[in-house]
């Protein structure tokens, strides 16, 4: 009798909540060097990465958490796709559409690195029983506005946020873009990649979030 009563009682429990492995929020550079059809190459990018099957794998197999912040000068950062549990294909599958149609937050304005990293790293909270926490940057320019960017670095090592980085180069050989992010934005255990104009976009998120999604715990 203990027994049947023992498994019926197991079988009334709620399960447990799946655990996160990693809180992920890409942030997306909308500042006035970006024109109309270069912010629709980001997410069109993004969500066609969302929506390929490698990632879409990695996502759901670590119950990611994902938001979208678009960010640009002072004062110029909002939170568009608050975060989000990829719990399973829907969530994924609606979370890429919602990324694709996404309008655009500021035009016209100043690149502020520092502050864009300081308002991802406040939205941190919502996420705290994440595994890994890691903001998703991409950019055309170097700061211009702020000038809080290396000051913001040192907040998101002190807090354990990981922060990686899109560079988006000019066609050429050189990458100033890449240096700047390299040199004051990512952290020590971050990266930067390369995206050559916004064409390259596509293939670039999609290798940073393979790369983000695959790497072990350190």
Known sequence: MLRALFLALCLAAPLPAPACDTALLLAIDVSGSI????????????????????????????????????????????????????????????????????????AASDTAVGEAITFALDQFGAVADCRRKVIDISGDGPENAGFTVAAARRAAETAGVEINAIAIEDMGASAPITAFYNRWAVTRNGFVLTARGLQDYRRAIRAKLLRELGKPAS
Do not use: I, K
């Open 35 to 106: 024109d109309r059809g270069e912010y629709a190459l980001q997410v069109e990018g993004l969500a066609d990465a969302l929506e390929d099957a490698d990632v879409g794998e990695m996502l759901l197999a670590g119950q990611s958490a994902l938001a979208v912040v678009q960010w640009s000068g002072v004062g110029r950062q909002a939170l568009v796709l608050p975060w989000r549990r990829m719990l399973g294909p829907d969530e994924l599958a609606d979370f890429a559409r919602e990324a694709r149609a996404l309008p655009r937050a500021f």
